[in-house]
């Protein structure tokens, strides 16, 4: 890496912190840690890293309430360790605003590709079109300026939620399968999560309808993909 990639490791198993320092360090990582919750937003908050890594089991605050915390304030990229494998854990991690999520155990290689993975989507080139793709008299979409506004207001979105809304947008009437969605947002590496793709237009749609339950722009096609489209034309 040329400038270093800051990294917060907030985990309260001093071993597992040990053992992450060091080999992101070695991997080109400048590491920053924190041993429980309350601490992790304190470390945030005067280091600004590039990316977090979160475990969810820890005292003071859980790493649940320390997602929704960040995500008040930042949209750094988080990425949850968790010993839980339950698909309602998943599940809310990725609502509650995590881009990722690895299970405990895991391999070092394969949290540190999940990192890059991560990070590659934060840092993705810019999409095919250029100038404002999609506007009416309440959301506007500015690919140029990277900035999504809803009647008039800042629409706060990760990396991740801004390249989604960006293709759906680019593909204003068309359908886009899962898979389709998957190998253009995530990578071939994730064709078979659609849960991914489904949580993140929940949390999207939460962010630009008026009525998330009831939506008018990202409309799902059942059992294929989902359509953006413009309900006011």
């Keep these: 890496m040329g400038d270093k990639t800051k990294l917060l490791i907030i985990e309260d198993d001093a071993d597992l912190v040990k053992a992450l320092e060091l080999y992101f360090s070695r991997a080109g990582y ?11 937003l304190q470390v945030l908050y005067k280091e600004r890293p590039d990316i977090v890594i979160l475990d969810i089991a820890m005292p003071k605050l859980d790493g649940w309430e320390v997602c929704r915390r ?68 309440e959301l506007v979409i500015d690919s140029d300026r990277l900035i999504v506004t809803r009647e008039g207001r800042h629409v706060e979105l990760t990396p991740t939620e801004l390249r989604l809304l960006l293709f759906l947008a680019e593909n204003e009437g068309r359908v886009l399968t899962h898979k389709q969605i998957l190998e253009k947002i995530w990578g071939a590496e994730y064709v078979d999560d659609v849960d991914y793709v489904k949580l993140f237009v929940y949390r999207l749609r939460r962010k630009i309808e008026a009525d998330a339950e009831n939506p008018r722009y990202i409309l799902s096609e059942r059992g294929i993909g ?3 489209v413009n309900p006011v034309s």
């Design 70 to 137: 960040i995500r008040e304030l930042s949209q750094v990229p988080i990425v949850i360790l968790t010993a839980r494998v339950q698909e309602d854990e998943r599940v809310k991690g990725l609502k509650l605003g995590a881009d990722d999520y690895v299970v405990k155990p895991f391999s070092l290689k394969e949290l540190d590709a999940r990192l890059e993975a991560v990070l590659r989507r934060a840092r993705a080139a810019r999409p095919m079109k250029e100038g404002v793709i999609f506007a009416n008299n």
């Design 30 to 40: 400048e590491v920053v840690t924190a041993a429980n919750g309350l601490e992790g």
């Design 226 to 228: 989902y359509r953006f």
